[in-house]
């Protein structure tokens, strides 16, 4: 008859307590500025979302393209703000991974996406209708709004909502 115990060596081990070890990535976030909840502005209009933006983008290099996100609460006050990718003078790449792994690590219940066009070219570009659809509907599962995309120049600013462009339909 065959013994069925775990033994290791000769030994019973079941009387031995297994001890495991696991390395765990550590994940850093830092914010770009402080927010003070009590003075932090409601983005209520793109004319607001431009504005807070605008000085965000006076920061960066004007040359090449800066994809940024605000986090937003559940009252559209900006809980915080990175700016996550950074491309050439015509496109930055989109990491949506990367993108709402930021979202949720902010706690963000909302989010307004914005990307700069260095050529000061408001007009939003095939690709950037389909990103922001594609922001938009995984969004949607994970039940964060997408309040808007705004594409900024130093000058002016284009709100994809308020074109009904990627996805933004009016109800």
Known sequence: MQNNKITSKGKDCLNHKMRYSVKIKTLTLKISEPVNSDKTTSVTSDDIAYRTLSAIYRRL??????????????????????????????????????????????GAAQIIIAHNHPTGNLKPSKADLIITEKIRNAGKLIDIDVIDHLIVTKKSFYSLKEHNLGGFYRN
């Open 61 to 106: 290099d004007d040359d090449q393209e800066h994809f940024t996100v605000l986090f937003l609460d559940q009252n559209l006050k900006v809980i915080g703000y990175k700016t996550l990718f950074s491309g050439g003078k015509a496109s930055s790449i989109v990491d949506m991974t990367i993108l709402f792994r930021n979202v949720l690590l902010f």
